[in-house]
């Protein structure tokens, strides 16, 4: 059995969607492929914390299931490889014993994996965004909304680095920001105007550059991609980090919106920064 399962971009509302406030995420073209095969690998990269294990252990799969994974997600830059790995594991698993799984569980199957990689702090967004696909609006506890835009969206996502801190350490740096509140309220109404905009096909760059300082502000983005955000923006695109960041080293996956990417490619081709397109929406 092979099963697909996309990876994700978050457009606004990290952080503060741990906290309640609303996110907007997105599924890329670009995921992980699992196929089950019997006394295949139970790991996957350092997977210190069992991750594939556990995820054929809840789709009920014994000792002698194991998994291929082919993954284009690098792992650690807030494309949702966790959550990616776990929901396809899961699926495979499931289609293999014959018993296939609806959207519903599978998020819920999921959610468990990705408690686990991230130390029970995931407020389900990524989950959410690999399992249902396309632009979709979330917010913890509530109904997961899918959202049409009239026009599709080409998004560049340029690869900072990996981060050195994990999505659980991110989040406990920004939850202890004194003016975390603030921050995360301030958040929340940048995200409102944007799901506004975005389904009338309006221009966010505005928003998406607001959404990426207060990330700044939040402490959670490295100096080296402040700086490449700052250029960027200066030549009028919106770029901000999407996912949990990283301070030490990279800052995981940043978006780059704009009509032309042309500018920003020359830039990021002199600095040896890569990069890769890819559409949203439609
Ligand atoms: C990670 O992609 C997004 C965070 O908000 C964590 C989460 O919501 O689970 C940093």
New binding site residues.
């Given amino acids: 059995m092979n099963s697909f399962i996309p990876g994700?971009i978050?457009i606004a509302?990290?952080?503060?969607?741990?906290e309640g406030e609303l996110?907007l995420v997105a599924s890329i073209d670009r995921g992980v492929r699992v196929r089950v095969v019997e006394g295949g690998q139970r790991e996957f990269g350092k997977d210190k914390k069992g991750l594939v294990g556990r995820a054929i252990e809840i789709a009920r799969g014994d000792e002698s299931i194991g998994v291929e994974i082919e993954s284009e997600l690098p792992v650690g830059s807030?494309l949702?490889s966790s959550a990616a790995v776990g929901a396809a594991v899961i699926r495979a698993v499931r289609e293999h014993l014959g018993k296939p799984i609806n959207k519903e569980e599978l998020f819920n199957l999921t959610m468990e994996v990705?408690q686990l990689a991230?130390n029970g702090?995931?407020?389900?967004?990524?989950p959410a965004a690999v399992v249902y696909g396309g632009l979709i609006a979330y917010r913890k506890g509530e109904e997961i909304k899918k959202l049409q835009m009239p026009r599709k969206r080409q998004v560049l996502i340029v690869l900072t680095g990996k981060a050195s801190e994990s999505?659980g350490e991110?989040?406990e740096i920004?939850a202890n920001n004194p003016e975390k509140e603030r921050i995360f309220g301030e958040i929340g109404q940048v995200v409102e105007e944007m799901r506004a905009r975005l389904v009338v096909g309006e221009e966010v760059i505005d928003l998406i550059n607001k959404n990426g300082v207060m990330l700044e502000e939040l402490g959670v983005v490295s100096e080296g991609a402040r700086g490449l955000a700052e250029e960027l923006r200066k030549m009028g695109y919106g770029a901000k980090i999407a996912?949990?960041?990283g301070i030490k080293s990279g800052a995981g996956v940043m978006t780059v919106w704009g009509e032309d990417f042309a500018r920003a490619k020359i830039l990021l081709d002199n600095r040896h920064i890569k990069y890769f397109e890819t559409i949203i929406g439609g």
């Fill in positions: 994700k978050i509302g990290e952080h503060a969607v741990v996110a807030g949702g990705e991230h702090k995931s407020s389900g967004v990524d999505t991110m989040i920004a996912g949990a960041g």
